[in-house]
């Protein structure tokens, strides 16, 4: 199983960035994705999850209002769309996809927000 994330860079306070995270290796329509993210200095954090039988999706308060998380092509490619983005949400941000009582962690794409 492989979970690769992409779509980080730089972006200005307020702008948008759209991550991407793609899983293979697994045949299963049942599975859990969440998008976590640490900054420097800190722990990891959870930012936002979408369960994929029924689209359930799960948001910290951090993410409430700004980003969604989302599944639309019913495969296994989860988006993390984030707007109004502030200079707090600069960190490496993680996918890690929940498979049979087995996790598995993507390499991280950095988001910075700066002007």
């Known amino acids: 199983v492989q979970v690769v994330e992409s779509g980080g860079g730089l972006v200005q306070p307020g702008g948008s960035l759209r991550l991407s995270c793609a899983a293979s290796?697994?045949?299963?329509?049942?599975?859990?994705m969440m998008w976590f993210r640490q900054a420097p200095g800190k722990e990891r954090e959870f930012v936002a999850r979408?369960?994929?039988?029924?689209?359930?999706?799960v948001y910290a308060d951090s993410a409430k209002g700004r980003f969604t998380i989302s599944r639309p092509n019913a495969k296994n490619t989860v988006y993390l769309q984030m707007n109004s983005l502030k200079p707090e949400d600069t960190a490496v941000y993680y996918c890690?996809?929940?498979?049979?009582?087995?996790?598995?962690w993507g390499q991280g794409t950095q988001v910075t927000v700066s002007s």
């Open positions: 890690k996809l929940d498979y049979l009582n087995r996790e598995y």
């Open positions: 290796g697994f045949t299963s329509s049942g599975y859990v």
């Open positions: 979408i369960t994929s039988l029924n689209d359930y999706t």
